[in-house]
């Protein structure tokens, strides 16, 4: 098992957590542990555009400064989103089985 599905497995043991996605700048999912393919690409899709306006926000108030962690959380789910240079991860759980 490589280093990467050996972490997936691991953050995909934690309590609540759904899927965890993990996909390029353009949306492309690389890895994922969802079993239905339309739950991946609707994240994968919209997720990552998110990510970079979020990115781009952080950097106009301060050029200095980066975005690390991006958290979106809804009566359903929670996203928690690592945006990186060359990907995107994704982890969504259930925020009323984490607690």
Do not use: C, W
Not at 6 to 30: A, D, E, F, M, Y
């Amino acid at each position: 098992m490589s280093d990467i599905e050996s972490t997936l497995t691991r953050i995909q043991g934690h309590k609540g957590v759904i899927g965890v996605i993990i996909v390029n700048h353009q949306g492309v999912p690389l890895r994922s542990t969802f079993e239905h393919d339309a739950m991946t690409k609707q994240y994968a899709d919209l997720i990552p555009s998110l990510a970079d306006l979020a990115r781009n926000l952080v950097r106009d108030l301060d050029p200095q400064n980066d975005l690390e962690f991006l958290r979106i959380r809804s009566h359903k789910h929670e996203i928690m989103v690592a945006a990186k240079d060359d990907f995107v991860l994704l982890v969504i759980q259930d925020p009323t089985a984490a607690a």
